[in-house]
């Protein structure tokens, strides 16, 4: 039984002082009911999440109150990944005709803090300074620079280009493009990374409707099917998050495994992709995941950033929405903001950051703590 | 007198003539974890022996955390005496890649695979003037 995504919804990322979280993931989903010409009282299941808005099973409250299984998923980054993944299989086993998948959040200002014993890490690691994601990722992206030869350059290109395309995305949250000089120059927060390099949490909403794919065009007239969606945890050995030590012998993260396995299930590779919503929390992200995802070989990122390969009229769009880095990271939502995207960009309803030539298959990729990643492939 | 207490019981020896990290050696398949864990992580093993690992190795990455942590950072600082400080992993020949601060924060002077040791020193200071010691990664001369 193959999946549909027959509607779509999104709440506009950034700051709504007016809107809790919750109201911000209802909003999303009478959007993707309305999309998807069907009424709430017809849906058969819902999963979602919020890491800082509450459960998501209170959107009951707001949608109506009509006695079906809503389970909330708590997974970190990859939360709305692990929502999607789970009604994918529910669907996919025939439990289930059409379902619901939501996501939304709202965030204070500044860097996340993680609490160390949640974690299973004792409290020392938090109180020498060390619970820190954005650590993490400056170091990942140290070692690989050191290792590949990725330019300072390549970095603030990343930043550059994600807010231009914010700049042409309605519902994002940074909407003005930043001088590459700029992104260079400004406040170094972990080295090599700069202020303008990592996105920073926000608020937002994202909901879709899937359904049998067999029932698809009863719906909707543009129907998404859903190839895969896969989730993947860390296995011993690969660099992560929050490790208060690493393994000698590096190994595939979970990134690699979660992709791999989505290209096979599809049945496609990397080169067959038009169009890829890569995890981009900061610059460096973005350059390892295009290589974790196996769109490119290391260190080729260096070329391809610099050509403009990555840009939306390039070979190889990516991040066509803005990512992370001019949407901000409401973390129930942003897994799903980026199917969300990819879904425009497969009806062709993208508008200014439409990529061009009717793409047909898109590819979307979340990481989260404490290793976790989440890939889909869409197909029109 | 003042206490000298490490910030978390069984990371290293102390107090010790010469103090060193601990890590957990699995009896089945090798590999070392720090800090000390009950069961293997490789391989799921719960035979394992608690070990000292070496005292010095070479710096696989780093960076320089350049803004103030929320808590449970707990420096004894305030954001207006906070000093951005050095964090890296630390190869230990042998062993395992330890996280820890380092004692640098020039980002001038830190590179990948330069050398360093492991060194013990007081971490902050508590109101009852105990002093919380912790380990720091400082480069070698």
Same mark, same amino acid.
């Given at each position: 039984?193959?999946?549909?995504?027959?509607?779509?919804?999104?709440?506009?990322?950034?700051?709504?002082?007016?809107? +809790?979280?919750?109201?911000?993931?209802?909003? =999303?989903?009478?959007?993707?009911?309305?999309?998807?010409?069907?009424?709430?009282?017809?849906?058969?299941?819902?999963?979602?999440?919020? =890491?800082? =808005?509450?459960?998501?099973?209170?959107?009951?409250?707001?949608?109506?109150?009509?006695?079906?299984?809503?389970?909330? $998923?708590?997974?970190?980054?990859?939360?709305?990944?692990? &929502?999607?993944?789970?009604?994918?299989?529910?669907?996919?086993?025939?439990?289930?005709?059409?379902?619901?998948?939501?996501?939304?959040?709202?965030?204070?200002?500044?860097?996340?803090?993680?609490?160390?014993?949640?974690?299973?890490?004792?409290?020392?690691?938090?109180?020498?300074?060390?619970?820190?994601?954005?650590?993490?990722?400056?170091?990942?992206?140290?070692?690989?620079?050191?290792?590949? &030869?990725?330019? =300072?350059?390549?970095?603030?290109?990343?930043?550059?280009?994600?807010?231009?395309?914010?700049?042409?995305?309605?519902?994002?949250?940074?909407?003005?493009?930043?001088?590459?000089?700029?992104?260079?120059?400004?406040?170094?927060?972990?080295?090599?990374?700069?202020?303008?390099?990592?996105?920073?949490?926000?608020?937002?909403?994202?909901?879709?409707?899937?359904?049998?794919?067999?029932?698809?065009?009863?719906?909707?007239?543009?129907?998404?099917?859903?190839?895969?969606? $896969?989730?993947?945890?860390?296995?011993?050995?690969?660099?992560?998050?929050?490790?208060?030590?690493?393994?000698? @012998?590096?190994?595939?993260?979970?990134? $690699?495994?979660?992709?791999?396995?989505?290209?096979?299930?599809?049945?496609?590779?990397?080169?067959?992709?038009?169009?890829?919503?890569? @995890?981009?929390?900061? +610059?460096?992200?973005?350059?390892?995941?295009?290589?974790?995802?196996?769109?490119?070989?290391?260190?080729? @990122?260096?070329?391809?950033?610099? &050509?403009?390969?990555?840009?939306?009229?390039? &070979?190889?769009?990516?991040?066509?929405?803005?990512?992370?880095?001019?949407?901000?990271?409401?973390?129930?939502? +942003?897994?799903?903001?980026?199917?969300?995207?990819? $879904?425009?960009?497969?009806?062709?309803?993208?508008?200014?950051? @439409?990529?061009?030539?009717?793409?047909?298959?898109?590819?979307?990729?979340?990481?989260?703590?404490?290793?976790?990643?989440?890939?889909?492939?869409?197909?029109? | 007198?003042?206490?000298?207490?490490?910030?978390?019981?069984?990371?290293?020896?102390?107090?010790?003539?010469?103090?060193?990290?601990?890590?957990?050696?699995?009896?089945?398949?090798?590999?070392?974890?720090?800090?000390?864990?009950?069961?293997?992580?490789?391989?799921?093993?719960?035979?394992?022996?608690?070990?000292?690992? %070496?005292?010095?190795?070479?710096?696989?990455?780093?960076?320089?955390?350049?803004? #103030?942590?929320?808590?449970? *950072?707990?420096?004894?600082?305030? %954001?207006?005496?906070?000093?951005? *400080?050095?964090? !890296? *992993?630390?190869?230990?020949?042998?062993?395992?890649?330890?996280? !820890?601060?380092?004692?640098?924060?020039?980002?001038?002077?830190?590179?990948? !695979? #330069?050398?360093?040791?492991?060194?013990?020193?007081?971490?902050?200071?508590? %109101?009852? !003037?105990?002093?919380?010691?912790?380990?720091?990664?400082?480069?070698?001369?």
């Amino acid at each position: 039984m193959d999946v549909a995504i027959i509607g779509i919804g999104i709440h506009p990322f950034g700051r709504t002082p007016a809107r +809790s979280g919750l109201q911000q993931g209802a909003y =999303a989903a009478r959007l993707a009911l309305k999309d998807a010409g069907v009424e709430w009282r017809d849906i058969e299941f819902a999963f979602g999440g919020s =890491a800082s =808005a509450g459960n998501a099973d209170a959107l009951g409250n707001e949608l109506g109150l009509t006695g079906i299984p809503f389970i909330n $998923v708590a997974n970190g980054c990859a939360t709305g990944g692990s &929502s999607l993944m789970t009604a994918y299989n529910a669907i996919r086993s025939g439990a289930y005709d059409i379902g619901l998948v939501a996501g939304f959040d709202k965030h204070d200002r500044g860097a996340f803090n993680a609490d160390p014993e949640a974690m299973g890490l004792g409290r020392w690691y938090g109180e020498l300074g060390l619970m820190m994601t954005t650590q993490f990722f400056a170091m990942k992206i140290q070692r690989y620079m050191h290792d590949y &030869s990725i330019s =300072a350059d390549t970095l603030a290109r990343v930043a550059e280009k994600a807010f231009i395309n914010g700049s042409l995305n309605p519902n994002a949250w940074r909407r003005t493009p930043v001088a590459l000089e700029e992104i260079a120059g400004s406040m170094m927060v972990n080295n090599p990374l700069t202020k303008y390099m990592f996105c920073s949490p926000s608020e937002g909403g994202v909901a879709l409707v899937l359904c049998r794919a067999d029932k698809a065009k009863n719906y909707c007239a543009k129907p998404v099917y859903l190839k895969s969606a $896969v989730l993947k945890s860390r296995r011993y050995g690969s660099f992560e998050v929050f490790a208060p030590s690493q393994a000698l @012998q590096q190994v595939d993260g979970p990134t $690699v495994d979660a992709s791999r396995a989505a290209f096979e299930l599809a049945g496609v590779g990397p080169k067959d992709i038009h169009v890829a919503q890569l @995890q981009d929390t900061e +610059s460096g992200a973005e350059v390892m995941h295009m290589a974790e995802n196996g769109f490119c070989e290391h260190g080729e @990122q260096e070329r391809l950033i610099q &050509s403009g390969a990555t840009r939306i009229g390039g &070979s190889m769009p990516i991040n066509t929405d803005g990512g992370c880095l001019a949407n901000g990271e409401p973390i129930g939502a +942003s897994g799903l903001r980026q199917v969300y995207e990819n $879904v425009l960009q497969l009806r062709g309803e993208a508008g200014a950051h @439409q990529v061009p030539g009717n793409p047909r298959l898109g590819y979307t990729h979340v990481y989260g703590a404490p290793g976790i990643s989440a890939v889909t492939i869409l197909q029109r | 007198m003042s206490n000298s207490v490490p910030i978390a019981p069984g990371l290293f020896t102390w107090p010790a003539q010469k103090p060193a990290l601990l890590g957990s050696r699995c009896n089945e398949c090798g590999i070392v974890s720090f800090p000390v864990a009950q069961s293997c992580m490789a391989c799921s093993g719960q035979d394992v022996s608690v070990e000292e690992l %070496p005292g010095r190795g070479t710096l696989w990455t780093w960076t320089v955390q350049q803004f #103030m942590p929320k808590s449970p *950072y707990n420096s004894g600082e305030t %954001p207006e005496t906070f000093k951005p *400080y050095g964090v !890296g *992993y630390l190869e230990l020949p042998g062993g395992v890649r330890v996280e !820890g601060r380092l004692t640098e924060n020039d980002p001038e002077k830190l590179h990948v !695979g #330069m050398e360093m040791e492991v060194i013990f020193d007081t971490w902050r200071t508590e %109101p009852n !003037g105990d002093e919380i010691v912790s380990f720091f990664f400082q480069p070698l001369a």
